[in-house]
């Protein structure tokens, strides 16, 4: 099972948060894109771009920070960040 967790935060306070699980035989790439989307519709946002800081830190450590450099329109929040909780 891939369990990916993202959660919103304002002022080091977190707002919002959620677990979008996915058991398909994708690749991780794929479950992480699917989330990802799932959790923009959750939480009715606009997509986020992925800039190379945000890969890199993905590749990293699992865990990525969504600022409002990542996203088109403006955001009421400090960042989105999602972190891999658990993979297959």
């Not at 919103?8 to 989330?35: P, W, Y």
Request: net charge negative; charged share 35%.
């Amino acid at each position: 099972m891939f369990r990916l967790w993202a959660r919103i935060f304002q002022d080091n306070h977190m707002l919002k948060d959620t677990c979008i699980e996915d058991g398909s035989t994708d690749t991780r790439t794929h479950k992480v894109f699917r989330a990802l989307e799932e959790i923009c519709y959750e939480f009715d946002l606009g997509k986020p771009i992925w800039l190379d800081k945000t890969v890199s830190d993905f590749k990293r450590h699992s865990k990525a920070r969504f600022t409002q450099d990542n996203f088109i329109e403006s955001i009421d929040f400090d960042y989105l960040e999602i972190q891999v909780i658990e993979e297959d």
